[in-house]
């Protein structure tokens, strides 16, 4: 039997909010979505009170999850801050200037955003894989990236934190729904020896994430928080293209201990993949290098090896802005089909040509978190 709207909405009348109302009268639930028994809703509070909402977004997710018909449910407590008049600044007006009296607090102070990082209980490590703009191949490396670690023998979870397209139920044929474990957390779901956990085991895929910057931040918290991701060497999270929200929550909500820069060898691609490794350098995440993917072109019939896209242009940036080329990762069918199928190639063909790519990437990876204990 489906669940209805009205029937989700007389379940949260029985919520409390923290005056004391009912939850469905406080005036902060958005629209719900229902797909399938999975149901998605947020509570939209402004940024100063949303400590006090934190135990109601729980009892409400709970409450939902309870229900007959509900197969699972994501509730996201979503803080923004009331625009207001900028604050005169100390200083101003007596020879200091504007840019001085504003200047951000050190790396780590007690003023800086850095400062509310907190690692994961029992995640050793946590790096990025992201890129300046859609369309490189990032999910895909994510991915292989994450086999390739576990074949080094490392104990590996991958999060998907693309909340506008996530890709990964697709890239690994997973269907099935994250259980809830006695203390409230989701259980990742386990496939080719990882850890996966993903937004788009909650949402069906043809359901559109049109989703402000809280709400994706929220959400990107809540699967690194209300994950039970046990004990892993390295968690790969694979982010939504750009550097937006997403880059900055998850650098300022968790000590990442590096980023991989996914990016295509044509110049477009390349500006992009700069601003992203500006950005990561900003917030002093280290850069672990650049990969370029789809390289290369080999035709498989006669071996002729086409650069469609230019060639070298990663490996020419790295070298620019002195970081690690991680290696040419080529375009060719036997990755394309495999990522298609949900048998990604270094899973599927751990004996290629390709498999032998990803895990050379991984390696370095791998030698450049030394200072992580991992491996």
Not at 86 to 94: E, L, N, S, T
Not at 315 to 328: C, I, M, Q, S, T
Request: charged share 20%; proline share 8%.
């Amino acid at each position: 039997m489906s669940v209805t709207e009205r029937q989700i909405r007389d379940v949260l009348s029985h919520v409390t909010a923290p005056d004391g109302g009912p939850l469905t009268k406080a005036g902060v639930l958005s629209e719900i979505a229902i797909s399938d028994g999975k149901v998605y809703f947020s509570i939209n509070v402004d940024a100063a009170s949303a400590p006090a909402w934190s135990e109601t977004r729980a009892r409400a997710e709970a409450a939902v999850r309870g229900m007959a018909g509900v197969v699972s449910a994501m509730v996201v407590l979503t803080a923004e801050r009331k625009p207001m008049a900028a604050p005169r600044a100390a200083g101003a007006g007596r020879g200091v200037p504007p840019a001085a009296a504003h200047r951000p607090a050190p790396h780590g102070g007690a003023g800086s955003p850095m400062a509310r990082q907190a690692p994961i209980p029992g995640v050793a490590a946590i790096i990025a894989v992201a890129s300046g703009k859609g369309g490189v191949g990032k999910s895909t490396t994510s991915l292989n990236l994450a086999l390739g670690l576990r074949d080094l023998g490392l104990r590996v979870g991958l999060m998907d934190a693309d909340i506008y397209g996530p890709s990964v139920p697709r890239l690994t044929a997973i269907r099935d729904k994250p259980v809830v474990n006695e203390n409230k957390k989701m259980i990742p779901i386990e496939r080719f020896g990882l850890s996966i956990m993903s937004i788009g085991f909650l949402v069906d895929e043809e359901i559109p994430m049109i989703w402000r910057g809280p709400m994706v931040m929220s959400a990107i918290t809540q699967m690194l928080r209300d994950v039970a991701w046990g004990e892993l060497d390295i968690l790969v999270v694979d982010m939504p293209p750009g550097t937006g929200d997403a880059q900055l929550t998850l650098a300022q909500t968790v000590p990442l201990k590096g980023a991989v820069i996914v990016s295509t060898p044509q110049d477009l691609a390349l500006i992009d993949a700069r601003r992203g490794l500006a950005m990561f350098k900003k917030v002093n995440v280290p850069v672990l290098g650049i990969v370029e993917n789809m390289s290369y072109f080999q035709c498989p019939e006669c071996g002729t090896r086409s650069d469609i896209f230019g060639h070298g242009g990663a490996r020419h940036e790295a070298e620019r802005l002195g970081v690690p080329f991680l290696g040419e990762v080529p375009l060719h069918m036997a990755i394309r089909a495999t990522s298609d199928a949900g048998t990604p190639v270094v899973a599927s063909e751990p004996n290629g040509p390709h498999a032998a790519i990803y895990r050379a990437i991984a390696t370095q990876v791998r030698d450049q978190l030394k200072d992580a204990r991992v491996g």
